[in-house]
Structure formats: structure tokens, C-alpha cells
């Protein structure tokens, strides 16, 4: 399942939501061939699977699988509407609600034609408003909205509900149906219908789609020899652009750093291990994953660091997410800078993506991970060292109450 091969790039994902994985289901060759044939088993294949059958059942107790077949075979042949029976859809429906009943909204299960729509997402094809989104308590939540993307600039904030998607209610849809309801062409109009804390009532936001380019990294030199470095997400991309962007300060080393993980909703493992290096000391302990049957493994930075002494902020949110929340807590565990902000996110698990011959896929979680000194930030997020606000009034201002705060504990260092 999860493997870390050392020297070797190999991705985890730590999105709240977005990738899809799929692993091979332990039954799929002794279930009577359920994904392949999609069709009931004959007498000779229940008699070459039993085995198989046994086996399982001492894995998942007392589940009778006959059980599954009798209201398969009641459905293929009693069903009223006999056009409406769908072998394949019927298997596929099978499946996810296998999965989903592990109540774990980061493990979905996609048929092929998701799974190519989701791919696509991932490659960069993207149009709609720019917003990691996730399942809390069975209701689609934002996590984040992407820094200047049109979620972002229509006000919507972390932690805000998505009631409705164009006044069909969020609570009908699967995950992967109110994404793709929410995506849509660059120019045309989705409206949503949000539910806010200490808001009283419900309210409608019109977004207009777009297309969704971030920069993985974005760098501004401010005054008195202080760089501020935005990391809006752990992609492909962002171990190269991060290392330009270090490797420019070199030569002339800043006074200080702001690291902005602020809306960040996270990405792959391996590249928060990355930016880590360029930051701590060789060796230095960067995330523990732990998975089942005590298979734990420490990670640790690699390299030589590039500024390991330059005085640091890592800005941080409620819309910081996973692999936003394995710098921050590296960082502050071991005492590297402070981590200044409000209380992230919280998403402290691991999901791998796999895919099967037809083309479908699921993504799930095969582990956990912890900061260096052992704390987990699942489902409670990441206290900051410093406490700093966002005044509303600010905010309508464009005054960034916290980026000014970073810059005053760097300012006063020096001092």
C-alpha cells in the first residue's frame, strides 16, 4: 500500500479534496468477478470462489456475499422497468457505496468518466471559481479559496456552507456531482447560495467561472531587507519555483522571511518535505507517517539547506490545509521560526491514487501523519505561535493585519 521510496519521487496526496485514487479490492478475483463481469456468478464460478469467499468472510466477520447476489439477481429480474436495469451502473454503484460506507470524505471511488474528468482537473485543465472544497459532517464545506481566483474575490471565505449549487440543494449531490456542478466554461455564471457563521440567513453569491492559473510561488521584497514568499500550493511546479526564489536570495541574504501558507489548501507530501529542506538542517525529522499494523515511517529533509538561519514567519489560517500544515508544525517543532496567524485547517491524513484497467479510479486514505514531535493536527488544526486576527474592517480596507504583524516581529528582531 504505502510505500516511500527513498531518492525516488513518488506522490501523496494531501488535498482536502480533489484527487481521486484506486486500489485493487482484495475480493475483485474472489468475488465472483465482481468489477470484471459486472454479471451474477454461474454454480461453477460459487464453487471455484469459495475459498476466496472464506477467506473474506474471516476478514470481514459474519458477511454473508450471498446476500449481495440474491438482491442483485432480484433486481435484474423483477425490477419493473427492465430498461432501467444497468449492469455497469449497478457495479459501480456497488462500489461506491462500499467505500462510502467508511464515512471518510477523503476515500472516493470514481467510474471511468469521472475519473478522466477529475484527471483533467488535475493537468491543469481547469475553468470554474478556484475553491478546495470537503465533506464536514455531510455538508460541502470551502476549505480554501484560491488566492485571486473568482471564489476569492467574490468574498466567499473558509469554512463557509455551500447550501446550494444554482438552488438545487449541495445535500443531493455527491461530492463529485456538486464539483462538477460548480465547474463549468470560463465566462458563465454559477450562483450559490452560502450559509456563514454569525451570519443569520443564507445568502446568494453569482460567481463567474474562469479559468484557474495559480502561481505556485510569488515573491515581493519588502522594506528594510524583508522578503515575503507566497506558497499558494504544493504542485509539480512549486519545489521549482520555490527553489528559484531562495536560490535568488543567496547572494544576498534577506533579513528576514515571511512564508504566506495562508489559503493554501495543501497538495503533495513529498514537496512540503522539499520546501522543508531548503529551510532546516540536513536530516532534520519533517513528518511521520503512520499507517496500519505500526508501519510508521519518519521522513526527514534532504539536501543542503539554503537559508537555514534566516529569521522566519510562516503565515498561516483557517483555509491552511495538509501539506500547509506539515511546514507550519516542522517549522515550529523544531523551533525554526514562529507560525503566525489564526488555527488552520486541520487535515492530518494521507490519500493515494490508484487506477484500475477500465479506467476508474479511488483515492484513499492509507495513513496518517504526525509533526516531528508527535502531534497531530486531524480534524483540530494547528494553533500558531502568535495569535493574530483578520479585523473585518481591515479587510475592507486591504489592510493585512496579519502580513503587517510578520513584518513588525521581523523588524523588532533586528532591533
Do not use: C
Amino acid at each position: 500500500m504505502y510505500q516511500y521510496y527513498p531518492g525516488k519521487r513518488h506522490h501523496y496526496f494531501l488535498y482536502p479534496l480533489t484527487i481521486i485514487i484506486s486500489f485493487v479490492l482484495g475480493w475483485q478475483a474472489t468475488s465472483y468477478g465482481l468489477l470484471q463481469a459486472g454479471t451474477a456468478p454461474t454454480d461453477d464460478e460459487k464453487t471455484t470462489s469459495e475459498n476466496g469467499d472464506n477467506e473474506l468472510k474471516k476478514l470481514s466477520g459474519s458477511v454473508d456475499l450471498d446476500l449481495f447476489w440474491t438482491v442483485w439477481a432480484e433486481v435484474e429480474k423483477n425490477y419493473v422497468e427492465e430498461g432501467v436495469v444497468n449492469k455497469e451502473k449497478m457495479t459501480y454503484g456497488a462500489i461506491k457505496g462500499m467505500v462510502g460506507s467508511l464515512d471518510d470524505a477523503y476515500t472516493v471511488f470514481m467510474d471511468p468518466i469521472e475519473s478522466k474528468q477529475f484527471s483533467e482537473s488535475l493537468n491543469g485543465k481547469l475553468e470554474g471559481i478556484g475553491a478546495e472544497l470537503s465533506v464536514e459532517n455531510k455538508t460541502l464545506v470551502i476549505v480554501s479559496p484560491l488566492r485571486n481566483s473568482p471564489a476569492a474575490k467574490s468574498g466567499l471565505l473558509p469554512a463557509d456552507v455551500i447550501f446550494k449549487i444554482d438552488d438545487k440543494l449541495a445535500s443531493d449531490m455527491t461530492l463529485f456531482e456538486s464539483i462538477m456542478s460548480i465547474r463549468g466554461d470560463k465566462g458563465t455564471t454559477v450562483k450559490l447560495t452560502i450559509l456563514r457563521k454569525g451570519v443569520e440567513d443564507p445568502f446568494d453569491v453569482s460567481i463567474v467561472r474562469d479559468s484557474i492559473n495559480i502561481d505556485s510561488v510569488t515573491v515581493e521584497k519588502l522594506k528594510n531587507g524583508i522578503v515575503y514568499l507566497s506558497v499558494n500550493q504544493f504542485s509539480d511546479r512549486t519545489d521549482t519555483e520555490f527553489n528559484k526564489a531562495i536560490s535568488d536570495l543567496i547572494l544576498n541574504p534577506p533579513k528576514g522571511l515571511i512564508i504566506d501558507l495562508r489559503y493554501n489548501g495543501g497538495g503533495y507530501l513529498d514537496i512540503a518535505v522539499d520546501l522543508l529542506s531548503y529551510l532546516l538542517p540536513t536530516k532534520s525529522k519533517a513528518v511521520e507517517v503512520r499507517q496500519r499494523n505500526d508501519k510508521n515511517e519518519m521522513l526527514y529533509t534532504n539536501g543542503s539547506p539554503k537559508i537555514p538561519d534566516v529569521p522566519l514567519v510562516v503565515l498561516v489560517n483557517e483555509g491552511s490545509a495538509s501539506a500547509s500544515e506539515i511546514l507550519a508544525g516542522a517549522v515550529q517543532d523544531l523551533k525554526r521560526g514562529i507560525v503566525m496567524g489564526t488555527k488552520t485547517y486541520g487535515k492530518g491524513t494521507v490519500q493515494e491514487v490508484e487506477t484500475f484497467k477500465d479506467g476508474s479510479s479511488i483515492r484513499m486514505t492509507i495513513a496518517k501523519w504526525f509533526t516531528p514531535a508527535g502531534r497531530t493536527v486531524n480534524k483540530v488544526g494547528l494553533t500558531p505561535d502568535v495569535i493574530v486576527e483578520m479585523k473585518e474592517a481591515d479587510m475592507e480596507k486591504k489592510i493585512d493585519t496579519q502580513k503587517e504583524a510578520a513584518i513588525k516581529y521581523l523588524e523588532n528582531l533586528k532591533k
